[in-house]
């Protein structure tokens, strides 16, 4: 399947998992009566794949079990979760890097169950979270 196919499925995917952002009532002289998004209270969309949360990848991963699908975001969510462990557990960080190709492996010898085969894309990914991780956790990093 070609590349741009793949990135028009994963675009698809994820306008299905969107929320709706919740509508409330305006009052005032130029809204009276009208109906408008509540854009102070609604958290800011992730602007790529790149910038969804492990959470959510899981979620859009679980929304769409096509293979070609589960191949596309495994090595963005091994990503998110190296990044976001790291983040909070810098401490961890050589064990996550160790952890990469050893689930990997696991997967390889059938000893891990998982969606996808074991692939370098997910073991770079993993290595890259993790050097991520480290940046934002020595840069300050706060939650949004």
Do not use: C
């Not at 509508?23 to 794949?49: H, M």
């Not at 891990?112 to 020595?138: C, N, V």
Request: aromatic residues 6%; positive net charge; without cysteine.
């Amino acid at each position: 399947m070609p590349v741009t196919s793949e990135i028009a499925a994963l675009l698809r995917a994820l306008r299905r998992t969107e929320k709706t952002v919740p509508d409330v009532p305006v009052s005032g002289r130029s809204g009276v009566g009208k109906v408008v998004p509540d854009l102070v209270n609604t958290p800011p969309r992730p602007t790529s794949l790149e910038d969804m949360s492990h959470h959510e990848l899981l979620m859009l991963r679980k929304a769409n079990p096509e293979l070609f699908m589960q191949e596309a975001l495994a090595p963005i969510e091994h990503k998110a979760f190296a990044r976001e462990y790291v983040r909070d557990n810098p401490y961890a960080a050589p064990g996550i890097a160790m952890m990469a190709p050893a689930y990997a492996l696991a997967k390889m010898l059938r000893a891990q169950k998982g969606r996808t085969e074991p692939s370098m894309d997910q073991i770079f990914g993993g290595w890259a979270g993790t050097t991520e991780g480290l940046k934002d956790y020595f840069s300050g990093w706060k939650p949004k």
